[in-house]
């Protein structure tokens, strides 16, 4: 061991320096008090630092713009998903409608146009007779003959395509 002050070799038991005369207790206090004082402030500087670094990570950790961003993706997402959904939902529907009309201009019978609450007027299509136009509309065929009488026709077997009538309410 070496004194504190002239830097001498002395023995570990020495109180005095044999060199220079220094106390070496009381040197040896103060000096562990220094180190002890040093250390001290060391360990609160390194602790503050800590506290500041783990408190810039956790602001970093809310206000991450890729978190948001993500978050903003997933409410896309979710509106896209349902407007994708509701869109297939009228197009379901939109096509079922396009079904229905369709068959309505496949069907000769609903090709009539209405003028008013006493009768419809339908357009003699090919393979029509009176027979299969009163069954469809008033439904059964008994009533060809009231067709007939109604709109002037003498034969009832002999329509025209392309003929026009008139459907009037029973």
């Not at 504190?4 to 103060?30: E, R, T």
């Not at 003028?115 to 299509?125: A, C, L, N, T």
């Not at 009231?146 to 009037?168: C, L, R, T």
């Amino acid at each position: 061991m070496n004194c504190p002050v002239c830097n001498q070799p002395i023995d570990a038991d020495d109180i005095k320096c044999p060199h220079c005369g220094a106390d070496i207790k009381a040197l040896d206090v103060n000096k562990l008090k220094k180190e002890s004082s040093q250390k001290s402030k060391t360990i609160l500087l390194i602790s503050i630092i800590a506290i500041i670094v783990i408190c810039v990570l956790i602001i970093l950790l809310i206000n991450n713009p890729n978190k948001k961003k993500a978050r903003e993706l997933e409410i896309a997402n979710k509106e896209l998903t349902i407007k994708d959904s509701l869109l297939n939902d009228s197009i379901t529907r939109l096509n079922k409608v396009l079904d229905s009309l369709k068959n309505q201009l496949n069907n000769p019978y609903t090709r009539f146009t209405k003028f008013g609450d006493k009768y419809k007027e339908y357009k003699i299509q090919k393979g029509d007779v009176l027979w299969t136009i009163s069954n469809h509309f008033y439904g059964s065929p008994m009533y060809y003959d009231k067709i007939a009488a109604d709109n002037n026709i003498e034969n009832p077997d002999f329509i025209i395509i392309g003929q026009k009538i008139k459907i009037f309410k029973k």
